[in-house]
């Protein structure tokens, strides 16, 4: 959002964020609470972004769900309970797949391979398969 729009934007911890109470009109959780482990953690999250909002200002707050409808959800994850660890394979931020290659990358790269996938568009640094780690869920 820095980058792209100019937007003023900073990193804060979501149970003590570092600014006044009632600045906000409306406050957005996306993909955030269902990553606190306890739920005195996850209402201490709702109370500290209630804190933000001015009267009669809104959140909205969007989480997994347990029950996925099979015909509309677009994630179609089965959850064994609602404690889970999830696979995330994280990609390092600004590293591009170089254009024009295939999904799968060959065993080892080939000499020059780093410099092939900048002069076309790509980063040298470009994973086919990062590390899978695991990441908490609660789902809802």
Known sequence: AAETFGASTFVADCLHTPLRSGIFDAALSIAVLHHLS????????????????????????????????????RSRHRFEGQD???????????????????????E??????????AAAGGDADWEAEPEVRQRYCHVY
């Not at 201490?44 to 209630?50: C, P, Q, V």
């Not at 804190?51 to 409808?69: A, F, M, N």
């Not at 696979?87 to 254009?99: D, E, L, S």
């Open 84 to 106: 889970v660890l999830v696979p995330w394979k994280h990609r390092t931020p600004g590293v591009r797949k170089p254009k024009g290659t295939a999904a799968a990358a060959p």
């Open 108 to 117: 080892a790269p080939a000499a020059g391979a780093g410099e092939a996938a």
């Open 38 to 73: 306890t739920e005195p953690r996850r209402v201490r999250a709702l109370s500290e972004a209630a804190r933000l909002l001015r009267p009669g200002g809104e959140l909205l707050v969007y989480c997994w769900s347990y029950e996925q409808d099979e015909e509309k959800s």
